[in-house]
């Protein structure tokens, strides 16, 4: 074979490695055939009600929102809140130590009034739900209250407490006194976490909610803080006057404490769309040497890869299921894209749920984020 053989024959070789590479499997037919109903997932991007919001919480305000989920009726409901095996597993290194301190609840009182640890905590959950009856006594109630948290979990606490008739919300059956007062300071929290998902669990008859928030991917080890701090402040304060003063239309509505006006607002896909600019559009723009931009958004998507994980394995044995994630806003376009290339499962439009409480009267949820109004990252 000559040199210009065998250099045709490698060229050809090459093209074709490189053709089959870029050859790849589509999957978003896979599920064509798949008989049942497909999973809904309606993602809620949500604010954090302890920032920025009126100076008197009156969580009575956020009754319109709660009313149209509730219409929506989800079987399943997760939270942006670190669940208690990942705060355990956490608690044994060093570098997640900060994270353990600002995330992880404090599960100390309640594993000493039941004498046992996360684990045991967990795994009893874990059995209680198995052999939950459909008319729970209120002592089963408040002793579910506190294995959830035992393990980590006090929003589901929460769900319990709320079905306890009022003369029932008291100590016993592993909730001892200072217990209770943690409840009841948790009742008049600003977190949506329970104010939100807690409360509308309750309402539905629900048993708990789930917990998918991870910290272990965005915990970047950046060489210069100082540095790194720079470098991303620089670029989200080069965001544009129409990223700012959208943003300062919805803080305005949130301080006012119209829950429901904000909360359509921070669902609008335009708005989604320039809020993400300003926010990882700038920073994947950032010039810095050490190219920090980039690891700020690595670490976000790594994070919401994890989190849409957790959120999957929530429904993974409930197929059909109607599923809402209470998620913070800047979240919601990667839950939806990410949620929305799953087998079996549809996204619902949060702007017409956040209307009338769910998609219309036979009308399918969309099968991809695009065809929704959702905000298309790529």
């Given at each position: 074979m000559g040199n210009h053989t065998i250099a045709a024959f490698a060229l050809g070789i090459a093209l074709a490695a490189s053709a089959s590479a870029q050859d790849r499997v589509d999957l978003s037919a896979l599920d064509a055939a798949m008989p049942g109903p497909r999973t809904q997932v309606l993602v809620l991007g949500s604010v954090h009600l302890a920032q920025g919001g009126p100076e008197r919480f009156d969580p009575a305000a956020l009754e319109p929102l709660?009313?149209?989920l509730a219409v929506y009726t989800p079987d399943i409901v997760t939270i942006e809140a670190l669940s208690g095996e990942t705060c355990e597993?956490?608690?044994h290194r060093v570098a997640y130590k900060p994270i353990v301190k600002d995330y992880c609840p404090d599960?100390?009182?309640?594993?000493?009034?039941l004498g046992i640890d996360t684990w045991t905590a967990l795994d009893r959950v874990d059995a209680t739900l198995?052999?939950?009856?459909?008319?729970?006594a209120p002592a089963q109630r408040r002793h579910l209250a506190a294995l959830f948290l035992a393990s980590g979990d006090p929003s589901s606490a929460m769900v319990q407490w709320w079905q306890l008739p009022e003369a029932e919300r008291r100590s016993g059956d592993g909730l001892d006194?200072?217990?209770v007062r943690a409840l009841r300071k948790r009742e008049v929290s600003r977190n949506e976490n329970v104010q939100v998902a807690a409360r509308l669990a309750a309402r539905l008859g629900l048993q708990r909610v789930f917990p998918v928030d991870d910290h272990t991917g965005d915990n970047l080890e950046i060489d210069d803080e100082a540095a790194f701090e720079k470098a991303i402040r620089t670029a989200w304060n080069g965001a544009g006057t129409d990223a700012k003063q959208a943003r300062?239309?919805?803080?305005?509505?949130?301080k006012a404490g119209q829950f429901l006006a904000t909360y359509r607002a921070i669902n609008d896909p335009a708005y989604l769309r320039t809020a993400i600019d300003a926010d990882f559009g700038q920073a994947?723009?950032?010039p810095s040497p050490g190219r920090y931009g980039r690891q700020y958004a690595a670490g976000w998507e790594t994070r919401n890869l994890r989190m849409v994980a957790n959120v999957h394995a929530a429904f993974r044995?409930?197929?059909?299921?109607?599923?809402?994630?209470?998620?913070?806003?800047s979240h919601k376009p990667w839950f939806d894209e990410l949620l929305g290339r799953m087998q079996g499962v549809e996204i619902v439009d949060a702007e017409r749920a956040l209307v009338q409480g769910g998609p219309a009267p036979g009308q399918r949820a969309s099968r991809s984020p695009g065809n929704s109004g959702q905000v298309r990252l790529r």
């Open positions: 709660l009313q149209r597993v956490m608690r599960v100390a009182p309640a594993q000493a009034a198995k052999a939950w009856p459909a008319q729970p006194e200072p217990l300062g239309r919805v803080e305005a509505m949130h994947l723009r950032d044995e409930h197929p059909g299921a109607r599923v809402l994630c209470i998620v913070g806003s």
